[in-house]
Structure formats: structure tokens, C-alpha cells
């Protein structure tokens, strides 16, 4: 009875640790610091159409001029919420980014922009922008979310989406 006792101590004290090394997975670790060029595969939104008077979904040609230049920089760990409203820890990166709107180099809004310890996610608000990326997938998304709701009904105010992946070139 001892020995089973102690044989599923054992493994709990092994499962606990492993579960505890894997949320940890990118705390202690600049692993993502580097540079990324990221191209858009897709764009869509909704537009204002001057000959109908209403808003339709539309999908917006890419000509290359979409693309970003992702750069991060570890800043160390920090306390961060999760999901659930928990505390964890997470390796804090500074984001400058390169191409978003018209070339213009921005820095991300908050200057603590963590990546999840468990799920790899970048989370990145810009100016009328906002980026998010997973980075062990290098898929990311641009969200414009201004416009339309302001109650203007006009051709630049037009909400969309991008999609596209990313590489790192350093």
C-alpha cells in the first residue's frame, strides 16, 4: 500500500513539473527577439459603396505595398494576465513595426507587449491598428477597426482584415 502510495506521488510530482516547465515555455527566453517579414495573403472588409448608398463586404487587392517589417526586442519578464485573469509570468518584447500605415515605422502602443507563456501569442495595438500574431505558426492578422461605427458614411472609413505569414530573416 506504501509503494503504491509513493509510486502516485511520484507521478503527480512528474506531471505537476511538466505542466509548470510548459506554461513556463517562453518566460525565461528571448526566443522570439529578431526581425520578421511578414506578406499578407489575403484582405477584406466592409466598404462604403457610393453607387448603392450602403455598406457590403468586399475582399481588397494586395499589390505588395501590405507587407511588414516586424522587429522584437526582449525587455525581460514581467507579471502579465492570462486568459482566465490569472497572473503569470511572460517575456516582455518591445515591437517596432515597419510598413503599416504608408511605411511609416511605429512602435506598438504599450510598451509591454508579451508573448503568451503557453500559446505563443503576440498581441500588438497600433495606431488604427491592431497586429496579432502567433508566433511559433508565423501567421499574423492587421485588424483596422476604424470607421463605420462613427456613424460617417464614407469610402475612407473602412474596416478590414489581413492575413498572411511571416518568416524570420534575423
Known amino acids: 500500500m506504501k509503494e503504491t502510495a509513493l509510486l502516485v506521488a511520484i507521478f503527480a510530482a512528474t506531471i505537476t513539473s511538466e505542466a509548470q516547465s510548459a506554461?513556463?515555455?517562453y518566460v525565461n527566453t528571448n526566443?522570439?527577439?529578431?526581425?520578421?517579414?511578414?506578406?499578407?495573403?489575403?484582405?477584406g472588409g466592409i466598404a462604403w459603396s457610393i453607387k448603392s448608398k450602403k455598406w457590403i463586404g468586399?475582399?481588397?487587392q494586395l499589390d505588395g505595398s501590405e507587407s511588414l517589417v516586424l522587429t522584437l526586442k526582449a525587455q525581460g519578464v514581467k507579471t502579465q494576465k492570462n486568459g482566465m485573469g490569472e497572473d503569470?509570468?511572460?517575456?516582455?518584447?518591445?515591437?517596432?513595426?515597419?510598413?503599416?500605415p504608408a511605411g511609416i515605422p511605429i512602435s506598438?502602443?504599450?510598451e509591454d507587449n508579451y508573448i503568451g507563456a503557453v500559446d505563443g501569442f503576440l498581441g500588438c495595438d497600433l495606431i488604427l491598428?491592431?497586429?496579432?500574431?502567433?508566433?511559433?505558426e508565423l501567421r499574423y492578422m492587421t485588424i483596422r477597426d476604424a470607421g463605420f461605427i462613427n456613424g460617417q458614411d464614407a469610402t475612407d472609413a473602412t474596416p478590414s482584415i489581413n492575413i498572411g505569414t511571416c518568416r524570420k530573416v534575423d
Open 108 to 110: 506598438c502602443l504599450d
Open 23 to 25: 506554461s513556463r515555455m
Open 88 to 100: 503569470e509570468d511572460a517575456m516582455s518584447y518591445k515591437v517596432d513595426v515597419l510598413g503599416m
Open 31 to 43: 526566443k522570439f527577439e529578431g526581425r520578421y517579414v511578414c506578406h499578407p495573403i489575403a484582405a
Open 129 to 136: 491598428y491592431q497586429l496579432r500574431m502567433n508566433m511559433d
Open 58 to 60: 468586399t475582399g481588397f
